[in-house]
C-alpha cells in the first residue's frame, strides 16, 4: 500500500509538471516565434532578396513555421489548463493535426529545397548552377505541396478525439493508424529531410572547398594587366559572393538546430509505436507524457528561432535587409 501511494504521489508530481511546462512555456515560444517569423515575411519579401531562390524558400518556410506557432501551440496552451477542444472534439482533432503536420513537413522540405538551390549554386558545372532559377523554385514548391498533402493525407481518416488509453486524446484511434501515422511523420516528415540536408550541405561544402582551390589556381597565373581590365566587375562578384556566404551561413546554422530539436521528437515518435501503453494513471505514463511535451515544444522552437538564425549568423545582407525595412516604416505600422 505504501509504495502504491509513493507511486501515486509521483505519478501526480510529474503530471503537475508537465501541466507546468504546457501553461506557460509554450507562451514564451508563442510570443518570440511568431514574431521572429512574422518579421521573416518581412525581411525576405523584399526585392533584393526576393529575386534569389534560396530566400523565397527561406520566406516559404518562415510562412509554414507561423503556421506550426499558430495551430499547434494554441492547442498546447490550452491543455495546460485542461481546455484543449482538440482532445474532445472530433473535427478540431482532425483539422488541427492535419494543418500542423503539414506545416511541420513543408517547413523542414523547405530548408531542404533551400540546401539543394545551395548545392546547384556552388557546383563547378555550369549546367547545375543554370538550374538555380525561379520556374524550377516554383516547380519545386509545388511538389513539394503535393507530397505533403499525400504523406499527411492518412491523419484525416485515423485521428479520433476522445481516446482514454494513448499518450494525446486526439490520436489515432487504432494501433494500424498510429504506426501508420507515427511512421510517416518520423521517416518521411522529418528524418528524410533532416537526412537530405545533411547529404547536400557536405556537397555544398565540398563544392566550395573545389571552387577555391580554382580560384587560387587562377589567382596565381593571373596578370596584373587582367585584374585591372575586370576590376569594373569584381565590385558586382564580390557583393554576390558575400551574399552567397551569407545564405549558405544561415542554412547551415538553421540546419545544426533542426537536427538537434527534431529529431528527438520523431524518435520519441517512433519508440511510442512499437512499445507497449503503461496503464494512465502510472508513473511510467507520467514520465513518457512529460517526456513527449518536452520533445514537441523542442519542435517547435525549431520553428520559432530562424529569424534569430539569420539576424546573428546572416552576415550584413540579412540585418542590411532588415535596417531598410524599418527605415521604410513597414516594420513600425506592422508593430502597431
Given at each position: 500500500?505504501?509504495?502504491?501511494?509513493?507511486?501515486?504521489?509521483?505519478?501526480?508530481?510529474?503530471?503537475?509538471?508537465?501541466?507546468?511546462?504546457?501553461?506557460y512555456?509554450?507562451?514564451?515560444?508563442?510570443?518570440?516565434?511568431?514574431?521572429?517569423?512574422?518579421?521573416?515575411?518581412?525581411?525576405?519579401?523584399?526585392?533584393?532578396?526576393?529575386?534569389?531562390?534560396?530566400?523565397?524558400?527561406?520566406?516559404?518556410?518562415?510562412?509554414?513555421?507561423?503556421?506550426?506557432?499558430?495551430?499547434?501551440?494554441?492547442?498546447?496552451?490550452?491543455?495546460g489548463?485542461?481546455v484543449?477542444?482538440?482532445?474532445?472534439?472530433?473535427?478540431?482533432?482532425?483539422?488541427?493535426?492535419?494543418?500542423?503536420?503539414?506545416?511541420?513537413?513543408?517547413?523542414?522540405?523547405?530548408?531542404?529545397?533551400?540546401?539543394?538551390?545551395?548545392?546547384?549554386?556552388?557546383?563547378?558545372?555550369v549546367?547545375?548552377?543554370?538550374?538555380?532559377?525561379?520556374?524550377?523554385?516554383?516547380?519545386?514548391i509545388?511538389?513539394?505541396?503535393?507530397?505533403?498533402?499525400?504523406?499527411?493525407?492518412?491523419?484525416?481518416?485515423?485521428?479520433?478525439?476522445?481516446?482514454?488509453?494513448?499518450?494525446?486524446?486526439?490520436?489515432?484511434?487504432?494501433?494500424?493508424?498510429?504506426?501508420?501515422?507515427?511512421?510517416?511523420?518520423?521517416?518521411?516528415?522529418?528524418?528524410?529531410?533532416?537526412?537530405?540536408?545533411?547529404?547536400?550541405?557536405?556537397l555544398?561544402?565540398?563544392?566550395?572547398?573545389?571552387?577555391?582551390?580554382?580560384?587560387?589556381?587562377?589567382?596565381?597565373?593571373?596578370?596584373?594587366?587582367?585584374?585591372r581590365?575586370?576590376?569594373?566587375?569584381?565590385?558586382?562578384?564580390?557583393r554576390?559572393?558575400?551574399?552567397?556566404?551569407?545564405?549558405?551561413?544561415?542554412?547551415?546554422?538553421?540546419?545544426?538546430?533542426?537536427i538537434?530539436?527534431?529529431?528527438?521528437?520523431?524518435v520519441?515518435?517512433?519508440?511510442?509505436?512499437?512499445?507497449?501503453?503503461?496503464?494512465?494513471?502510472?508513473?511510467?505514463?507520467?514520465?513518457?507524457?512529460?517526456?513527449?511535451?518536452?520533445?514537441?515544444?523542442?519542435?517547435?522552437?525549431?520553428s520559432?528561432?530562424?529569424?534569430?538564425?539569420y539576424?546573428?549568423?546572416?552576415?550584413?545582407?540579412?540585418?542590411?535587409?532588415?535596417?531598410?525595412?524599418i527605415?521604410?516604416?513597414?516594420?513600425?505600422?506592422?508593430?502597431?
Amino acid at each position: 500500500m505504501s509504495s502504491s501511494n509513493t507511486s501515486a504521489d509521483l505519478s501526480a508530481s510529474v503530471n503537475n509538471v508537465s501541466n507546468i511546462i504546457l501553461r506557460y512555456i509554450p507562451i514564451f515560444i508563442y510570443g518570440f516565434g511568431l514574431v521572429g517569423n512574422c518579421l521573416n515575411v518581412l525581411v525576405l519579401g523584399q526585392r533584393n532578396l526576393r529575386s534569389t531562390p534560396s530566400a523565397i524558400f527561406f520566406l516559404f518556410s518562415s510562412i509554414a513555421g507561423c503556421i506550426v506557432i499558430v495551430s499547434g501551440l494554441t492547442s498546447r496552451m490550452m491543455s495546460g489548463y485542461s481546455v484543449d477542444l482538440t482532445l474532445t472534439v472530433g473535427w478540431i482533432c482532425k483539422i488541427r493535426n492535419v494543418i500542423l503536420y503539414s506545416a511541420r513537413t513543408l517547413v523542414l522540405l523547405m530548408i531542404v529545397l533551400a540546401t539543394i538551390d545551395r548545392w546547384l549554386l556552388s557546383s563547378v558545372n555550369v549546367h547545375f548552377r543554370h538550374m538555380s532559377n525561379m520556374k524550377n523554385v516554383q516547380r519545386s514548391i509545388f511538389i513539394a505541396f503535393i507530397y505533403t498533402c499525400v504523406i499527411n493525407a492518412p491523419i484525416i481518416f485515423c485521428y479520433q478525439a476522445n481516446l482514454t488509453d494513448t499518450i494525446r486524446g486526439c490520436y489515432g484511434s487504432t494501433y494500424s493508424c498510429r504506426l501508420t501515422t507515427d511512421l510517416i511523420y518520423a521517416f518521411a516528415s522529418t528524418l528524410l529531410p533532416l537526412f537530405l540536408m545533411t547529404v547536400f550541405g557536405l556537397l555544398t561544402v565540398k563544392n566550395v572547398r573545389q571552387i577555391r582551390r580554382r580560384v587560387q589556381a587562377i589567382d596565381g597565373t593571373t596578370t596584373s594587366q587582367d585584374n585591372r581590365i575586370a576590376s569594373p566587375n569584381l565590385t558586382e562578384q564580390q557583393r554576390l559572393r558575400k551574399r552567397d556566404r551569407s545564405l549558405l551561413r544561415m542554412l547551415s546554422v538553421q540546419v545544426s538546430f533542426l537536427i538537434l530539436l527534431t529529431c528527438p521528437h520523431a524518435v520519441q515518435k517512433v519508440y511510442s509505436s512499437f512499445a507497449a501503453s503503461p496503464p494512465p494513471q502510472s508513473l511510467e505514463y507520467a514520465i513518457q507524457t512529460l517526456i513527449f511535451n518536452f520533445f514537441t515544444l523542442f519542435t517547435f522552437t525549431a520553428s520559432g528561432m530562424p529569424f534569430y538564425i539569420y539576424t546573428l549568423t546572416g552576415g550584413i545582407i540579412f540585418r542590411d535587409a532588415l535596417f531598410d525595412l524599418i527605415k521604410s516604416g513597414i516594420l513600425t505600422r506592422f508593430c502597431r
